[in-house]
């Protein structure tokens, strides 16, 4: 479960469709345990079943969120890409994210890819840059990025722009 659960968070797929697939996968590996607890003793049975219950629901609202909403409530109109910088075997990326809704978070994130396969790729957030609004990055020296924030919230850090220098990671899944 504890695999699944860090594949989910680093792997993803370039068609959302496979994304959505592989999460559902992963939330229905509790169902496989019902058998061989039901064939367990009465009291490792008892406890067996105490136990996978509430992962059962847990597993169950999830898979009916995630079917409600298809791209977990991450509407693509309000994440976008602002920019991308190539180093190496890597590509960093600078989206904007505006799903926070009136009182959660708005910001860019600042994300490190690698290619694994045609179409999947493993991911590793670098930062969240919480209420700038606008930026680009560059590359800078082997193995470092430059974010330049142009515009933020106001009464927040990046109100008047700035400048972060980040180190990439020499292997994005750890």
Known sequence: MSVGYLCVRTLRFTYGGFNLIFVCAFLLTPFLAIRPVLQLGRWPKLLGTILLTPLLLLSVLLLIFSAACAN????????RDLSTV???RYSIHLISDATGGAL???????????????GLYFIKDLAFLDRALEG?????ASGKVRVHVSK??????????GDV??????YVYF
């Open 72 to 79: 977990f409530g991450r509407h693509p109109e309000l994440i």
């Open 86 to 88: 190539r180093q190496g």
């Open 104 to 118: 959660g978070p708005h910001g860019l994130w600042v994300e490190q890819r690698i290619v694994v396969a045609p």
């Open 136 to 140: 680009s990055l560059s590359a800078e």
């Open 152 to 161: 933020g919230m106001p009464f927040s850090r990046w109100e008047h722009g």
């Open 165 to 170: 220098v980040y180190s990439l990671k020499p």
